[in-house]
């Protein structure tokens, strides 16, 4: 098991690391636990894979200030954050997995980095 893999488990408490409901329950309470809002985070990529915003849709290497997190997961395979651009002041709500931190060395850094690794490799 990779060092992710055994972090992860110890918050979903379920070594088989099966992405359901629950599991993304448990990790929602564990990063509002844990996570220092608001967090200055960027987008692990240029675009978002998934947004509802259209033309509106910000650019994923800009600065955002992660601000909270959407508690309804009964009918999602993710985590939603809610997230304010350092640049217009424009909230979004954006699948959390696609953000890091912006110091990844960090705690709150790898917490989202694991719950990144999580998502990809088990969803």
């Known amino acids: 098991m990779e060092e992710e893999e055994i972090r992860i ?3 979903i408490q ?3 690391l099966v992405v359901s409901t629950g599991t993304l329950i448990k990790y929602l309470e564990y990063i509002k636990k844990n996570v220092k809002l608001p ?3 960027t987008g692990v990529a240029w675009d978002f894979l998934y947004s ?3 033309a509106d849709t910000p650019n994923g290497r800009q600065v955002f200030e992660l601000i909270g997190f959407d508690n309804n997961v009964e009918q999602c395979s993710n985590l939603f954050a ?3 651009s350092v640049a217009s002041g424009k909230v979004f709500s954006l699948q959390l997995f696609e953000f890091q ?3 990844q060395a960090s705690k709150e ?7 990144s ?7």
Not at 109 to 115: E, K, N, R, T
Not at 117 to 123: A, D, G, L, S, V
């Open 52 to 54: 509802d915003y259209g």
């Open 14 to 16: 379920d070594s088989s």
């Open 39 to 41: 967090l200055k985070v």
């Open 117 to 123: 690794y999580w998502i990809e490799n088990y969803i």
């Open 109 to 115: 850094g790898q917490i989202l980095a694991d719950y």
């Open 82 to 84: 809610e997230v304010r």
């Open 9 to 11: 488990s110890e918050i």
């Open 101 to 103: 931190a912006l110091d």
